[in-house]
């Protein structure tokens, strides 16, 4: 039962992850700030590795990872998102709040992964780095949201 937990957390991870890729992938083109620009394609491509590294954590524990980059489960999310990117152009503010939550999701899912007994000690060392890095991003995103919203 552990077992099949932490395959079915790493899972949920990675379609975290695949979130957060895809929040910073598709709104980079909508900001105004060329350093927001640059940040979200640092984390778009940084967003890729960490998936990458999941899907073959999953691998090496003889499972075959789960096809998370169209989960029914998450479309009409998907879709409220591409409609909010459609009608946000140029608002960084609101796609600041929007990548925002999905990092405090994409940090949750990681916390669920290691809050499960059988993560051995070198995927947690992966995770906690993973983890660390994305709670640094969201905390940047959490400022710069907070210079936009006083700006505005």
């Known amino acids: 039962m552990a077992f099949e937990q932490l395959i079915n957390e790493l899972n949920r991870l990675q379609r975290r992850i695949y979130e957060s890729y895809r929040e910073f992938n598709t709104t980079q083109d909508n900001l105004d700030s060329k350093e927001l620009i640059d940040f979200f394609y640092q984390q778009a491509a940084q967003r890729k590795t960490y998936y990458s590294t999941i899907r073959e954590s999953i691998k090496s524990l003889g499972q075959m990872p789960a096809d998370v980059t169209h989960p029914f489960s998450d479309a009409a999310d998907e ?42 000690p070198e995927l947690a060392k992966i995770l906690n780095e993973q983890r660390d890095e994305v709670a640094r991003d969201h905390e940047l995103i959490s400022r710069e949201l907070d210079k936009v919203s006083h700006h505005s």
């Open 79 to 120: 879709i409220f998102t591409d409609i909010k990117t459609f009608f946000s152009t140029e608002d960084d503010k609101m796609i600041l709040q929007e990548a925002k939550a999905v990092e405090q999701r994409l940090v949750s899912a990681y916390d669920q992964v290691l809050g499960v007994a059988t993560v051995s």
